[in-house]
C-alpha cells in the first residue's frame, strides 16, 4: 500500500521536514532531522530505482486525478538514476557533515541552513519525479531559491555577492524557461510532458515551438552553468560554505543537465530538437568551448575551489557533449558522466572542505607541503585527482571511454582530438595542487591560520566517496548499465 | 600471483619507515619472494602452458586479466631478476648518498615493479594501459626525488611527455582497435580483421608506435633525459629495469599479438616507422658523442639502443623480433651496468663528466671493468649479451636485404664504439690528474657487489642464451 506512494513521498517528506526545522530552531537537531530525511530519501530512491530498473514506467496521478487535467509523477530508469544520486549525495554528505558546517556558518543561523539544505532537496527531487512541465518550473525555482540562501549563508562576506549574481542570472534563466513553458501552454492547451510530446508532433507551424526551444535552451543553459551562461558558478562555488559547494557541485546542474536531455527527448522530441532546429550543433559548440575554456581557466586559479568550479564548467561541456552526439551511446555517455562526475567532484571538494577546516585557507600559494600535514586528506584527493584525469581504474576512466567510443562511432575525429587534449589541461590543473602538496616547501608557504584537528566524521565520508570513485571505476554495472539502458528508451521515443 | 609480492613490500616498507634496517630487508625479502614466484612459473611457460588469471570485467566485452605468455615472460624475469640487484645498489647509494625521503623511495620504487609485472603479464591492452599509466605515476615521485627546482621542472617534462602521449595516442588507438576489432585480447596472429583498410591499419600502427612514449622513438624522447636529475638507482630503473623496457615491450608486444607482422608487412607505409626508428638510432648516437656529462651519454645511448628493438619489430622478420626481445635482455643487463658504475663513480668521487674521468680506473678498478664489458654490450662485441642480439637483427635484416637497416645498424655500432671506448681507454690508459686518485677506492659494497653482478650476467647471457631463446621459440614460430 504505501510502496505505491512512494513516487510522492520522495518529494513530500523532506518538503514537510524543512517547516519542522524552523520550529526544532536547534542546530543539532536539524542535522538529525536532515541527516535522517536523507537517509530515508535515499533509501525510497533505491527501492524505486529497483522498480524502474525492469524497464516499466511507473505513473503516479496526484490525488487521484488523471493527467493531462491533474498533475502526476513519472517514474522511469532515467528519473530513478537521478533520484539515486541525487539522494545518496545528499545523505552521504550531511553525516560527516556537521562539524564542518558549524564551523564555516554562524551557529544561530544552522537551523535555516538546514531547512535551506532540505527545501533544495525537496525541489531537486522534485524537478526529475514530475511530469508536468510548470511544475518543473516551479520545483527549479524552489531548489534554486534555496541555494541562494546556501551560498549566501557562509561567514565569508563575499558569499553575498556572489548568491546576489547567482540570484540574477538564475532568475533570468527561470524566466526564459517559463516563457519557453508559457509557449507550449499556447501551443497546445497542456502541460504534460508526454501530452505535449503527443500533441507538438501534429503540430504544423514549427516556428512558435522553435522559439520555445530556444527559450529554453538559453533558460537551462545559465541554471546547468553550460559556458557561456556559467559567469554565476565560480563565484558561487568558491564562496559558499565548502559542504554548499559539494552539494551543488554533486548534484544541481546535474538536475539541470537532466531537464535538458528530459526535454529534448520527452517533450520537444529528438526529431524536432536534433533534426529541425539543429540544436545539437549549438549544444556542441557550447560544449567544446566549454571544455576548453573551464580546463585553461582552472588552470590558472589559486584558490582551489575556483580551480574545481572552473573544472565543472569543463566537465559540465562533456555531459553536453555526449548529449550532443544525438546517438544513444553519446547520450549514454553523457549520462555515465552525469553520475561519475557527481562522485567525483563530490569528493574534491570535501577534500578542499578538509583542508580549509584545518588551515582556514585553500589558496595554493598559502598550502606548499600540505601533503605532509595532512596525509589522508591529500592521499585521498590524489585518487579523486587521478579520476578526474580519467586514469584507469577509476570512475572517471569510465566516462572517458564510453565518450571517445561513441564520438568515434559517428567520426567526431576533432572531437577526440579535443577530448584528449583537455584530459591533458586536467592533468596539468591536478598536478598543480599535487606538486604544492607534496613538492612545495612547507618554509615558503604562509602561515596556517588555525590548525583545527579534522574530526573523524568528516574523514568518514570523504573515504565514502572515494571509495565511491574508485568502486564506480572497477563495477560499472550500475552506472553503465543504466546509463546505456536509459539512453536506448529515451532514444527509442520516437514516434 | 607476481603483483602482490611487490605490493605487499611496498605497505611492509610503509609501515617500517622509522627503522631503516628492517625497512630495507623488507624491500630485499619482497624482492626475493618475486623472484621466486616468477621462475617458478617459468618451466610452466616453456613447456608450453599459457595460465591465466581473470581479475573481473569491467563493463561487458572488457576484462582486467592476466595471461603469461613467452615474450611478457621474458620481460618479467628480466624485471624480476634486475630489482634485488638494484635494491642492493639502492641501499648502498642512498647510503653513501645520504638522500632523504628514503621511505618514500622504496615504496614507489615497488609499486613501480609492480606495475611493470602488470604491464609484462597482461591479458589485453586494457590491463597494459592501466599499469603502464601506473608506471609512469609511481616513478614520477622517483623522478623528482631531489625536490629542487631542477628537479620538479624535469619531472614536469617526465610526466607531461608520458602522459600526453598516451592519453592523447594510445588510448585513442586503444579504442579505435576496440571499434575495429571488438575485443583487446591480446591473441597470437593478431586481432585487427584481415580485411582492414591499409591507411587505417597505418595510422593505428603509428598511433600505436608514438602512444608508446615510454619507446622514446624520437621525437617524443626528450623526457629521458629530462629523468637523468633522478638519483642514480632510479636512473638504472628507468633504463633498464622498467620503463624504457615497458615501452619497447608494449610495441613489441602490440605489433605481434594485435597486429600481425604477416599482415602489416603486405603495407609498404610500415618502412616509414623503420626509417624513423632508423633516424632516431643515428641522431641519438651522434648526440651521445658529443655530450660530456656522462649519465646524458648514457640516456642518449638508451634512446638509440631502444630504436633497435624498434627497427628490428619494423622490420617484420620473425628472426629479427626474436632478436628484438633479445635486445630486451641484453640491454637491460648492459645498460644497467653502465648505469651502475656511473652511480659509484659519483658516489665515490662526485664526477659527473666524462672529462673528468682520467685515470679513474686506478682507482676504482672494479667499477670500471664492469663498465668496460657494459659498453663492450652495447657495442655488440662478444663475448657479451649485445652480440647476440645484433647477430639476430642483422641476420633478419640480411634475409630480406634490407640494406637501410644494415647500414644504419653499421654506422651507429661504430659510434656507439666512438662514445663507450674513449671513456674505457681514458679511465685505465691515462694518468690520473691527482695523486689521491691512484689509491684503490672503491665506492660501498652494495653497490661494487651489484654492479659485478650485472656486468657477469651481461657474459654469461652471451654463453648461455639457451634459456631464453627456448622460452621464445613457439612465440617466433607463431609469427610466421
Not at chain 1, 536532515?34 to 511507473?58: D, K, N, P, R
Not at chain 2, 637523468?228 to 615497458?246: E, F, G
Request: glycine share 8%; charged share 10%.
Amino acid at each position: 500500500m504505501l510502496s505505491s506512494h512512494l513516487p510522492l513521498l520522495q518529494v513530500v517528506i523532506p518538503l514537510l521536514a524543512a517547516p519542522v526545522c524552523v520550529i526544532l530552531h536547534n542546530k543539532t537537531l536539524g542535522w538529525c532531522l536532515a541527516t535522517v530525511v536523507s537517509l530515508v530519501s535515499f533509501i525510497i530512491a533505491c527501492t524505486l530505482f529497483g522498480q524502474a530498473a525492469s524497464g516499466e514506467s511507473v505513473t503516479y496521478a496526484i490525488g487521484g486525478w488523471a493527467a493531462p487535467a491533474g498533475i502526476e509523477y513519472h517514474l522511469d530508469r532515467l528519473t530513478a538514476f537521478l533520484l539515486v544520486i541525487i539522494t545518496g549525495l545528499a545523505a552521504f554528505i550531511l553525516i560527516g557533515a556537521r562539524e564542518n558546517l558549524e564551523n564555516e556558518i554562524a551557529a544561530d543561523r544552522l537551523y535555516l541552513f538546514y531547512t535551506a539544505f532540505l527545501l533544495n532537496l525537496t525541489g531537486l527531487l522534485g524537478v526529475i519525479m514530475t511530469g508536468d512541465a510548470f511544475n518543473v518550473f516551479v520545483f527549479i525555482e524552489i531548489a534554486s531559491l534555496s541555494s541562494y540562501a546556501m551560498i549566501s549563508i557562509s561567514k565569508d562576506r563575499r558569499s553575498l555577492y556572489a548568491a546576489y549574481k547567482y540570484l540574477i542570472l538564475g532568475t533570468i534563466g527561470a524566466s526564459f524557461i517559463l516563457i519557453s513553458i508559457g509557449l507550449l501552454y499556447g501551443l497546445t492547451g497542456t502541460l504534460n510532458i508526454y501530452d505535449l510530446h503527443d500533441r507538438l508532433a501534429d503540430l504544423e507551424n514549427k516556428r512558435t515551438l522553435a522559439t520555445a526551444l530556444v527559450f529554453f535552451t538559453i533558460g537551462i543553459g545559465l541554471k546547468a552553468a553550460i559556458w557561456p551562461l556559467h559567469l554565476w558558478l565560480p563565484d558561487a562555488y568558491t564562496y559558499s560554505p565548502s559542504i554548499v559547494s559539494t552539494f551543488l557541485a554533486g548534484t544541481s546542474t546535474k538536475v539541470f543537465i537532466y531537464v535538458l536531455v528530459r526535454f529534448i527527448y520527452s517533450l520537444f522530441g529528438i526529431e524536432f530538437s536534433f533534426g529541425v532546429a539543429g540544436l545539437q550543433y549549438l549544444l556542441m559548440l557550447m560544449a567544446v568551448v566549454g571544455i576548453l575554456y573551464g580546463s585553461i581557466q582552472a588552470i590558472r586559479q589559486d584558490s582551489i575551489k575556483r580551480l574545481l568550479a572552473f573544472s565543472s564548467i569543463a566537465q559540465i561541456g562533456y555531459m553536453v557533449l555526449g548529449i550532443s552526439l544525438a546517438t544513444a551511446a553519446g547520450l549514454a555517455a553523457g549520462l555515465i558522466h552525469v553520475f561519475n562526475h557527481a562522485i567525483i567532484k563530490a569528493t574534491l571538494f570535501l577534500c578542499v572542505a578538509n583542508i580549509i577546516y584545518y588551515t582556514g585557507t585553500d589558496s595554493l600559494k598559502q598550502l606548499g607541503g600540505i601533503g605532509k600535514k595532512m596525509p589522508f586528506t591529500m592521499g585521498l584527493m590524489v585518487i579523486a585527482g587521478l579520476s578526474i584525469i580519467g586514469v584507469p581504474l577509476t570512475a572517471g576512466f569510465i566516462s572517458k571511454w564510453f565518450l571517445i567510443q561513441s564520438a568515434m562511432a559517428n567520426g567526431y575525429w576533432l572531437l577526440i582530438g579535443l577530448v584528449v587534449f583537455s584530459s591533458i589541461l586536467a592533468v596539468v590543473y591536478t598536478w598543480k595542487i599535487l606538486e604544492t602538496a607534496y613538492f612545495s616547501d612547507a618554509a615558503e608557504a604562509g602561515p596556517v591560520i588555525q590548525d583545527k584537528p579534522v574530526p573523524y566524521s568528516m574523514y568518514a565520508t570523504l573515504i565514502i566517496f572515494t571509495g565511491a570513485c574508485v568502486y564506480f571505476g572497477l563495477q560499472t554495472d550500475v552506472s553503465v548499465g543504466m546509463a546505456t539502458a536509459t539512453a536506448e528508451s529515451l532514444a527509442g521515443i520516437r514516434p | 600471483m607476481a603483483l602482490l609480492a611487490p605490493l605487499i613490500g611496498a605497505v611492509l616498507i610503509l609501515l617500517s619507515a622509522r627503522k631503516p634496517n628492517l625497512r630495507e630487508s623488507f624491500t630485499l625479502l619482497s624482492a626475493a619472494s618475486l623472484i621466486v614466484i616468477v621462475f617458478s612459473l617459468l618451466p610452466q611457460v616453456i613447456s608450453g602452458a599459457r595460465p591465466e588469471l581473470e581479475l573481473f570485467e569491467l563493463f561487458p566485452g572488457m576484462n582486467i586479466g592476466f595471461r603469461l605468455e613467452p615474450l611478457g615472460m621474458l620481460f618479467a624475469c628480466i624485471a624480476s631478476l634486475l630489482w634485488p640487484v638494484n635494491s642492493i645498489y639502492s641501499i648502498g647509494y642512498m647510503r653513501g648518498n645520504d638522500e632523504k625521503h628514503q621511505t618514500r623511495f622504496y615504496i614507489c620504487f615497488a609499486i613501480a615493479i609492480a606495475s611493470t609485472m602488470g604491464i609484462a603479464l597482461s591479458a589485453n591492452l586494457v590491463t597494459l594501459f592501466i599499469f603502464y599509466e601506473m608506471l609512469t605515476l609511481s616513478t614520477y615521485p622517483l623522478v623528482t626525488h631531489k625536490g629542487t627546482e631542477d628537479a620538479k621542472q624535469s619531472g614536469r617534462v617526465y610526466l607531461g611527455i608520458l602522459l600526453t602521449t598516451s592519453i592523447c595516442l594510445l588510448l585513442p588507438a586503444i579504442i579505435w582497435t576496440y571499434s575495429l576489432a571488438g575485443t583487446t585480447m591480446f591473441t597470437e596472429g593478431g586481432i585487427i580483421p584481415a580485411g582492414t583498410d591499409g591507411l587505417v591499419m597505418t595510422a593505428l600502427f603509428l598511433l600505436f608506435v608514438y602512444g608508446i612514449g615510454k619507446a622514446a622513438l624520437m621525437p617524443v624522447h626528450r623526457w629521458l633525459p629530462a629523468a637523468m636529475v633522478a638519483p642514480t638507482p632510479v636512473s638504472a630503473l628507468l633504463h633498464a629495469v622498467a620503463v624504457v623496457k615497458a615501452g619497447v615491450f608494449s610495441i613489441v608486444k602490440v605489433s605481434t599479438y594485435v597486429f600481425s607482422p604477416a599482415a602489416l608487412s603486405v603495407m609498404l607505409d610500415v618502412n616509414f616507422v623503420l626509417y624513423l626508428a632508423g633516424f632516431t638510432i643515428i641522431a641519438a648516437s651522434i648526440v651521445a658523442l658529443r655530450s660530456d656529462n656522462l649519465k646524458r651519454r648514457l640516456a642518449y645511448s638508451t634512446i638509440s639502443q631502444l630504436s633497435y628493438v624498434v627497427l628490428a619489430t619494423a622490420l617484420l622478420i620473425p628472426i629479427s623480433i626474436l632478436g628484438a626481445a633479445l635486445h630486451i635482455l641484453a640491454h637491460a643487463f648492459g645498460k644497467i651496468t653502465l648505469f651502475f658504475a656511473a652511480g659509484s663513480i659519483y658516489t665515490a668521487t662526485h664526477k659527473k663528466n666524462v672529462s673528468e674521468l682520467d685515470g679513474i680506473g686506478y682507482r676504482m678498478p672494479i667499477t670500471m671493468a664492469a663498465f668496460a664489458i657494459g659498453s663492450l654490450s652495447m657495442i655488440g662485441v662478444p663475448p657479451t649479451a649485445g652480440f647476440l642480439s645484433k647477430w639476430f637483427i642483422l641476420q633478419g635484416a640480411f634475409s630480406i636485404e634490407n640494406g637501410f637497416a644494415i647500414t644504419v645498424i653499421i654506422i651507429s655500432t661504430l659510434l656507439n664504439a666512438g662514445y663507450f671506448l674513449p671513456i674505457v681507454y681514458a679511465a685505465f690508459f691515462k694518468q690520473p690528474v691527482n695523486d689521491d686518485d691512484r689509491c684503490f677506492n672503491e665506492a660501498p659494497w652494495p653497490i661494487v657487489l651489484s654492479l659485478s653482478f650485472t656486468a657477469v650476467m651481461t657474459m654469461v647471457l652471451f654463453f648461455y642464451p639457451d634459456i631464453a631463446i627456448k622460452l621464445l621459440q613457439p612465440w617466433v614460430s607463431s609469427l610466421s
